[in-house]
């Protein structure tokens, strides 16, 4: 299994930015899909899930601003993510779970004032 991140970049606050994560080896319809971020000097933390009968969650930090979403015909899941905030800066990780657990490699969000 391999997730695939993309779509980071430095924004401006108050900007968007849409996330990515190819999934390749598991089909991201039976999987428990999630976005996490690790700011500087941060845990982990969760920002947004969705499970397989797409059901969805958010920190309460991101609520009525990011959405996660899934196309199972791409096999990709997003983040869409809207009036981004300083606090926003993150490297974000794309993680699966489905008998096991998997990571992507983390893409780097910086939101600039």
């Known amino acids: 299994v391999q997730l695939q991140a993309s779509g980071g970049g430095l924004v401006q606050a108050g900007g968007s930015l849409r996330l990515s994560c190819a999934a390749s080896g598991t089909a991201v319809r039976l999987n428990f899909m999630a976005w996490y971020r690790q700011g500087p000097g941060n845990a982990r933390e969760l920002v947004a899930s969705i499970t397989s009968g797409g059901r969805t969650n958010y920190a309460d930090s991101v609520k009525g601003r990011f959405t996660i979403s899934r196309d199972n015909a791409e096999n990709t899941v997003y983040l869409q993510m809207s009036s981004l905030k300083l606090e926003d800066t993150a490297v974000y990780y794309c993680?699966?779970?489905?008998?096991?657990?998997?990571w992507g490699q983390g893409t780097l969000v910086t939101v600039s004032s």
């Open positions: 993680y699966a779970r489905y008998y096991g657990e998997y």
